[in-house]
């Protein structure tokens, strides 16, 4: 079984959608984006910012969202643009699913917070 995240009902409505999980070993292309406006190394940014144990990030359906686990027990929902979004703590009894509840603006105005499901979907 794959798991996979649904976003509905946000403010920032870019944000919603379906995201599937991608190996922290790959860095997201918009991060990648974000880090080279700022003139930063995409890779140093991720190894300093993503947990990289065992974690996987999500990637969205079809823009350059996504959630990752960041080192400061956060899951992050960062959207097109690379920068955070919403943000919700990690769940102590399963630290690699991504939180259903407990999200919390990262950005003024972008509300109302998002719903998240954490789904498991058979393999065919």
Same mark, same amino acid.
Not at 49 to 72: P, T
């Given at each position: 079984?794959?798991?996979? #995240? %649904? ?5 920032? *409505?870019?944000?919603? $959608?379906?995201?599937?999980? +991608? ?6 292309? !918009?991060?990648? *984006?974000?880090?080279?406006? /700022?003139?930063? %190394?995409?890779?140093?940014?991720? /190894? ?5 144990? @065992? ?6 359906? !079809?823009? $350059? !969202?996504?959630?990752? =686990?960041? +080192?400061? &027990?956060?899951?992050?929902?960062? @959207?097109?643009? $690379? *920068?955070?979004?919403?943000? &919700? ?12 509840? $407990?999200? !919390? =603006?990262? =950005? +003024? %105005? #972008?509300?109302? =917070?998002? %719903? #998240?499901?954490?789904? /498991?979907?058979?393999?065919?």
């Amino acid at each position: 079984m794959n798991s996979y #995240v %649904d976003v509905q009902n946000a403010g920032f *409505a870019t944000v919603n $959608g379906q995201y599937f999980p +991608k190996p922290t070993s790959e860095i997201p292309a !918009s991060f990648t *984006a974000a880090c080279k406006h /700022l003139e930063y %190394d995409p890779t140093e940014g991720w /190894l300093k910012l993503a947990r990289q144990e @065992g974690v996987v990030w999500f990637q969205h359906e !079809s823009n $350059g !969202s996504f959630i990752f =686990l960041n +080192k400061d &027990s956060r899951w992050w929902m960062n @959207g097109p643009h $690379g *920068a955070g979004v919403y943000y &919700s703590p990690m769940l102590m009894t399963n630290p690699q699913k991504v939180p259903t509840y $407990g999200w !919390s =603006l990262a =950005l +003024k %105005d #972008v509300g109302p =917070l998002p %719903d #998240v499901e954490f789904l /498991l979907q058979e393999e065919e």
